[in-house]
């Protein structure tokens, strides 16, 4: 499912020369097929004062460079369905530190898997390939206390190895500076609803190529979510028969970001509990299987799946599996409803019916006190969790979630979840 290769030398080769005719040329910006890399001068750079805290009151995006003229600086600035949604950050007033060394502007370090490789880490390979020796830039929010590379989350230190960017290379931006050049790439896919580009699907490929040497695939792998707080009540149960029928299960927030994406790459069908997992497979091209997504969450953003944008041009094939009947949430201070920390309960129907056709043997193997008391014992710790979490100070938070447990048919534990969340 890779390129030769022959094709990734080529792909290669091609950046180069688009690289060596731009330092010949001393054109600022040239064009090609994957878009510009934009040039700055004398560009202040600061940490973040908002990183994806819409949920809380704050903004999506406010933080980074100061770029010169913002309100006309659509390509440089951090954007979602092809519109900017960063705010402007203010300009300090005294600049102590600099950096003269060619940059590069990286993005932000967020501390959330899903968002640092979906939302931020697409400028980071055709950047790497067309100036391989520059710094490349990265900032965080003070309270992350993300002052060197060591203190940044371990799947970011791996990603970076991933796009080969060394950590000499790397400079974390824990105060304000001023650059004097500083380099920044198109965001290559964007949220909720820009995918891919071919040449950028062409460019990952020829990477993949680099990393990886076609082998073996194995038939499925499903990959769970039973061991995060946001789950699918009873996931638990699924895995072990799963396991027990001959179906590879793993947790990748156990696995080194690598051996993640060997397995996605090795694998003809993923099976994914829906989260943010998924969003490694854009760290590869179009050398992916089947994608089957059992969705935990509501559709929104008027998207038909979650992810399709991003998954569909690299997957043999895409399928979503309605498996939740619902999810068990609080709301937050702002009262809205808490939905990515909630707990989802299976239509045990759709399941069943799913991992029938999937792998029969499964479907036989499931008895439904086993599973009844699995998802049972899965709602009861995550009502002990929410009790020592704030959504159990909110009066409007309690009442949502004794709502949930009676729409989802979880009646039996109301007394159990009052006295948990009223105590607390």
């Known amino acids: 499912m890779t390129l030769k290769n022959s094709t990734a030398t080529q792909m290669i080769l091609k950046l180069v020369k688009e690289r060596l005719w731009k330092a010949v040329s001393g054109s600022a910006s040239f064009s090609s097929e994957l878009g510009d890399i934009e040039r700055f001068h004398d560009v202040t750079v600061v940490p973040y004062i908002y990183l994806c805290d819409k949920h809380s009151g704050g903004e999506i995006h406010q933080g980074g460079p100061v770029w010169p003229n913002w309100n006309k600086q659509y390509l440089a600035r951090f954007s979602r369905d092809g519109h900017p949604v960063d705010t402007r950050p ?7 530190k600099t950096i003269d060394d060619l940059a590069i502007w990286g993005g932000p370090i967020a501390g959330h898997f899903g968002h640092d490789i979906s939302d931020f880490s697409t400028r980071l390979l055709q950047s790497k390939l067309e100036f391989p020796e520059a710094k490349f830039l990265f900032s965080s929010k003070p309270e992350l206390d993300v002052r060197q590379l060591s203190q940044t989350p371990k799947y970011f230190q791996e990603m970076l190895d991933w796009f080969d960017i060394q950590p000499e290379q790397t400079v974390i931006v824990s105060e ?33 190529s680099t990393k990886f040497k076609p082998g073996h695939r194995q038939e499925m792998l499903f990959v769970s979510r039973a061991g995060v707080a946001s789950h699918f009540a009873g996931e638990a149960y699924l895995e072990k ?54 969705t935990r969450r509501p559709k929104d953003r008027g998207r038909s799946g979650f992810a399709e944008n991003f998954i569909a041009p690299r997957a043999k094939k895409l399928l979503y599996i309605e498996a939740a009947r619902g999810i068990i949430h609080g709301v937050t201070p702002l009262g809205q409803p808490e939905v990515w920390n909630g707990l989802s309960v299976f239509r045990e129907d759709c399941l069943l019916n799913y991992i029938s056709r999937l792998n029969s043997k499964i479907s036989k193997r499931w008895k439904q006190p086993d599973y009844l008391e699995h998802r049972d014992a899965d709602v009861r710790r995550w009502i002990n969790q929410a009790s020592n979490h704030y959504v159990s100070t909110i009066a409007k938070s309690r009442e949502m979630i004794i709502s949930k447990l009676n729409q989802l048919q979880l009646g039996h534990l109301i007394p159990y979840a009052r006295a948990k969340l009223t105590s607390s």
């Open 241 to 294: 028969l799963m396991e027990q029928t001959g179906t590879r299960v793993i947790r990748p927030e156990n696995m080194p970001l690598f051996e993640q994406l060997r397995e996605y790459m090795s694998t003809e069908c993923l099976c994914f509990s829906e989260g943010s997992a998924i969003h490694g497979l854009q760290l590869l091209g179009r050398c992916v299987g089947e994608v089957h997504i059992l």
């Open 176 to 208: 304000p500076c001023r650059v004097h050049t500083l380099l920044v790439a198109q965001q290559a896919e964007q949220n909720w609803n820009m995918g891919p580009s071919e040449e950028y699907l062409g460019l990952l490929d020829a990477h993949v």
């Open 90 to 96: 203010a300009s300090p007033g005294d600049v102590q």
